[in-house]
């Protein structure tokens, strides 16, 4: 039996990378898929993929760090589909211009915490009442491994995932009695179009590239995790930031 059954579940940034593989596999396992993209383009291409591939989705543009526009996501996923069991909160990235906390832009600061941060924050807010009026299911939200070690000029960034994962560990204890289970990964270095354009010619970057003991992950990998901690398989995890990153913060 397909491991997402008669479950909804909505990803936000499934337009590209991580959120649309991730996206796809939901599919291909079963689930009803909503499709939050601010990007009305690419969430649409998902979507046809995902229907294309025999699966069922659809897509709303959606602004993560505007608490109208992902509140009427959600809404609207419940209106259509009848519940929500499953909330991936993806959308999220850094950018070039990021730095350490003495060089940084404070807009890309601001930025960070907006898209990241508090998109996450947001998705909770208002996600985890309709899992829970759903009868309980699974947050899975998107940490990264710079929020579990130390790394150089990403400080925006770093800030932004270091407090999903804490926020992960509090929604987990707090909703956990009410059938949520609330979790995160951290990838690693993930090989999609955009992040490929950050590793080239950043040394530093480069150089976390070459610490990786298995090679560098891909969006399956990623995708693969979220499936695990959206299903049944991890029915009794909560809590934890799961580090999907080739050894890398063991070396």
């Not at 229907?51 to 069922?56: L, V, Y």
């Not at 939200?141 to 579990?148: G, K, R, T």
């Not at 770093?158 to 992960?168: N, P, Q, R, V, Y």
Request: net charge negative.
């Amino acid at each position: 039996m397909p491991r997402l059954a008669g479950k909804v579940a909505l990803v936000t940034g499934a337009g590209t990378g991580i959120g649309r593989a991730t996206a796809e596999l939901f599919a291909r396992e079963g689930a009803r898929v909503v499709i939050a993209e601010i990007d009305a383009t690419t969430g649409e291409e998902t979507a046809h993929r995902i229907a294309t591939a025999g699966g069922e989705a659809i897509a709303i543009p959606t602004d993560v760090g505007e608490p109208d526009s992902i509140q009427a996501a959600i809404g609207r996923a419940v209106s259509h589909y009848g519940g929500l069991h499953v909330l991936h909160n993806n959308a999220g990235g850094s950018t070039g211009v990021d730095s350490d906390a003495v060089n940084a832009p404070l807009e890309e600061f601001w930025r960070a915490i907006r898209l990241d941060l508090f998109g996450t924050f947001l998705g909770c807010r208002f996600g985890i009442p309709e899992i829970i009026r759903s009868g309980g299911g699974s947050v899975i939200n998107m940490a990264s491994v710079v929020a579990l070690m130390g790394f150089p000029g990403r400080d925006c960034y770093t800030a932004a995932k270091g407090g999903i994962a804490s926020l992960t560990r509090s929604l987990a204890v707090e909703f956990g009695r009410q059938g949520v289970r609330v979790n995160a990964i951290a990838p690693t270095i993930t090989l999609t179009e955009r992040v490929r354009a950050l590793v080239e010619g950043n040394p530093a970057m480069q150089g976390l590239a070459d610490q990786h003991l298995l090679g560098l992950g891909e969006a399956r990998d990623m995708a693969e995790a979220a499936l695990y901690l959206a299903s049944d398989a991890s029915r009794i995890v909560t809590g934890i930031i799961l580090p999907v990153d080739s050894g890398l913060v063991t070396v």
